[in-house]
């Protein structure tokens, strides 16, 4: 006969002996844990502009690759840098033992620092250039091409926005003050926005310099309009890299909804669509004897 105080210390001993694994694999998992939500670890896979360009003329030795598409590195790029494909660039055996840089646009680099570390793994000691080619330039690099098309690389689309938002190093910049603009985005940082002969000007307001330091900065107005120059003015004030939100709330505000109906049940994605009366008329006329 087995008594109770049997089956209850059979209970007990498997008990301790669970959490003792689930502790151990806890602690085995910790460090991965840190990797990939730790500040620090973000930091370690990002290069600021400014020290890659003083390493770079101070000593040279690191490789450049540049991952956007060619068209895009052909009209402006880094000199001396490479374009290879970032789903590519672990593939390249030569980079192995060297100080790689990777290179984009610089606002939608959620990717990038998230391929960096596969890419570390096989043996290339790459980081992630922070702020991109707009960055570079702000920190007077060099680039080898057409600088018009820096104005394109700063401009962010709404999907862009909404895959990047929340990251710790992404300020959001207002020329908006409405209720819907602080509904749709209460951690923005607001700016007075006033009209006068020339058009469309903005004061700091709440962005004072000491907050745009090592930042990329996203500035969004009503409607996109004005954006463009308040980005270069902003960039001209100290941030690391300044993009602007094509469109706008207005844009930002049909992305959502398109992307609730997408998400809804497939009745909804329908549109009805009524004949026009031209050609409700013409049929009429078709029909007549």
């Not at 004072?208 to 990329?216: F, H, I, M, N, Q």
């Not at 009503?222 to 980005?231: H, M, V, W, Y």
Request: proline share 4%; with cysteine; hydrophobic share 45%.
């Amino acid at each position: 006969m087995v008594s109770f105080w049997t089956i209850d210390m059979a209970n007990a001993i498997k008990s301790i002996v669970n959490l003792i694994l689930l502790f151990s694999a806890l602690l085995a998992v910790l460090p991965y844990l840190a990797i990939a939500s730790g500040p620090a670890a973000s930091k370690d896979l990002l290069i600021s502009a400014p020290a890659a360009v003083q390493q770079t003329a101070r000593s040279g030795g690191r490789v450049f690759v540049d991952v956007r598409r060619p068209e895009a590195f052909d009209r402006l790029h880094i000199p001396g840098s490479l374009n290879v494909p970032l789903f590519a660039v672990k593939t390249k055996l030569f980079l192995k033992g060297r100080q790689v840089v990777l290179v984009d646009d610089g606002f939608a680099q959620s990717a990038l620092l998230k391929e960096v570390e596969t890419v570390r793994r096989v043996g290339i000691r790459a980081a992630v250039l922070s702020g991109g080619l707009v960055a570079w330039r702000a920190a007077g690099g060099p680039l080898e091409g057409d600088l018009f098309a820096l104005d394109e690389s700063r401009r962010v689309t709404a999907a862009m926005f909404v895959a990047e938002r929340g990251r710790a190093d992404l300020l959001v910049v207002g020329a908006v003050d409405s209720e819907q603009s602080r509904a749709m985005l209460p951690e923005t940082a607001r700016l007075e926005k006033q009209l006068d002969t020339a058009g469309f000007k903005a004061t700091t307001g709440e962005v004072k310099p000491s907050r745009l330091a090592g930042k990329t900065v996203l500035v969004i107005s009503e409607d996109g309009r004005g954006a463009e120059q308040l980005a270069r003015k902003l960039q001209a004030s100290g941030a690391a890299a300044v993009f602007y939100l094509e469109g706008g709330l207005f844009a930002l505000e049909r992305y959502r909804q398109q992307s609730a109906r997408m998400a809804g049940p497939r009745e909804g994605r329908r549109v009805r669509v009524s004949e026009c009366k031209p050609c409700r008329e013409a049929g009429n006329a078709d029909q007549q004897p």
